[in-house]
Structures are given as structure tokens and as C-alpha cells.
T-cell receptor, first 115, second 113 residues
Framework: QQQVKQSPQSLIVQKGGISIINCAYENTAFDYFPWYQQFPGKGPALLIAIRPDVSEKKEGRFTISFNKSAKQFSLHIMDSQPGDSATYFCAARSPGGAGSYQLTFGKGTKLSVIP | DTEVTQTPKHLVMGMTNKKSLKCEQHMGHRAMYWYKQKAKKPPELMFVYSYEKLSINESVPSRFSPECPNSSLLNLHLHALQPEDSALYLC????????????FGSGTQLSVL
């Protein structure tokens, strides 16, 4: 059972446009929601993250919107650039063992920003 | 230093070979993770170590054997792998509960022939 649903699977955006990626979750035990950016041949890199008691977080051109009642969150990339072309994963955190934690990832969105 | 370093970057092995993947971090993180990522798929958790002790094993086949010799090092020993085990193997580390950032290495691209 997939616990974090991500859409769309792929996205093509014109340079300067807004990229929007959506995620939905079911498990109310999730307590932290990061977004990761991954370039080919590289590991995922943390982009931005939000706690469920906050409705919006902005860092530069990247904004997370969070709707706790709807169990949905989204990533907005303003003024999208060709260098933003990558695969984006939303994730949700739940407690692991002995103080660690587990991330459940969405299936990913491949973003292509065209000039 | 905010890096997780993985070696080798690429590995090709036969089904009868024994090899090891290595991971190192010097951020003082006490939780370390192994993930497996197939092409165009999200990372899948394999193992978690907390304070050098295995805390999570996500039902991984015994042909994968993790080891955490100390708080900075994490190994993954490979033996009798199958072609379907070909994937990008990612190491990650984090502080323990309350510190959210999970840092990934660049991974080892493994091909099993």
C-alpha cells in the first residue's frame, strides 16, 4: 500500500513558469514532510521541508503549501529554470527504531524546464 | 563537512562474487541508513543503524549483510547477488530524533551480471 501519492509523474514547464507538484498521504502519524531533488547519477538532496503545524514555508523560489485537514502538500517552484530539471520526491517521516526515523517517498516527478 | 561519501561509485560483479560497499560520514550523525533505488523509482529503505546497532531490517535477503564498525562508517557486504539486485545503493545519515535532515551520499551504481 503506497502511503504517499505523488502527481504528476512528469511535468514540462516553460522557463520562468511555475512548477507545481502535489502529494497526498493517509498516515496521520507522519510528522515531517521533506522534498528531495535528485539529478541523474546523484543521491537525493533535501530541498525544503515542513512540519504539519505550519501551512506554508518558503525558501527562495521554492514554497511548500501544507493542508493538514486534507492530508495534502505541494511544492511550488517559482520562476522555473532549466537547472531545476530533475526528479523531485516528496516524502513523509515516521518514527523508526531507537531514535532514528523512516521516510516514505512518493513515486517521484520528473520535471523538465524548457528554454 | 556535510558530506556522506560512498565508494565505489560504480561496481560490476558476477553472481558468485563477494564485494562490499562503503559509506563514511563525519557529521557526528548516530543514525545511518542503506537505501536501494531502481531506475525511475523512489529510494527503498533496506537497513537502519542507530548508535551502531541494527534497528531496522526491511526484510532484506541475507545476500545483503550490513555492518556498522563505528559511528562514522557503514558497510554493505554483498554475496551471491542476482541480476535483479542491480540498482543504485544509497547511504544516508541523520541526527537522531528531533533533527530532521537526512543526508544522502551519491550512491554506488551496482550491476550484477
Amino acid at each position: 500500500q503506497q502511503q504517499v501519492k505523488q502527481s504528476p509523474q512528469s511535468l514540462i514547464v516553460q522557463k520562468g513558469g511555475i512548477s507545481i507538484i502535489n502529494c497526498a498521504y493517509e498516515n496521520t502519524a507522519f510528522d515531517y514532510f521533506p522534498w528531495y531533488q535528485q539529478f541523474p547519477g546523484k543521491g537525493p538532496a533535501l530541498l525544503i521541508a515542513i512540519r504539519p503545524d505550519v501551512s506554508e514555508k518558503k525558501e527562495g523560489r521554492f514554497t511548500i503549501s501544507f493542508n493538514k485537514s486534507a492530508k495534502q502538500f505541494s511544492l511550488h517552484i517559482m520562476d522555473s529554470q532549466p537547472g531545476d530539471s530533475a526528479t523531485y520526491f516528496c516524502a513523509a517521516r515516521s518514527p523508526g527504531g531507537a531514535g532514528s526515523y523512516q521516510l516514505t517517498f512518493g513515486k517521484g516527478t520528473k520535471l523538465s524546464v524548457i528554454p | 563537512d556535510t558530506e556522506v561519501t560512498q565508494t565505489p561509485k560504480h561496481l560490476v560483479m558476477g553472481m558468485t562474487n563477494k564485494k562490499s560497499l562503503k559509506c563514511e560520514q563525519h557529521m557526528g550523525h548516530r543514525a545511518m541508513y542503506w537505501y536501494k533505488q531502481k531506475a525511475k523509482k523512489p529510494p527503498e529503505l533496506m537497513f537502519v543503524y542507530s548508535y551502531e546497532k541494527l534497528s531496522i531490517n526491511e526484510s532484506v535477503p541475507s545476500r545483503f549483510s550490513p555492518e556498522c564498525p563505528n559511528s562514522s562508517l557503514l558497510n554493505l557486504h554483498l554475496h551471491a547477488l542476482q541480476p535483479e539486485d542491480s540498482a543504485l545503493y544509497l547511504c544516508a545519515s541523520s541526527q537522531l530524533r528531533g533533527r530532521e535532515k537526512l543526508f544522502f551520499g551519491s550512491g554506488t551504481q551496482l550491476s550484477v551480471l
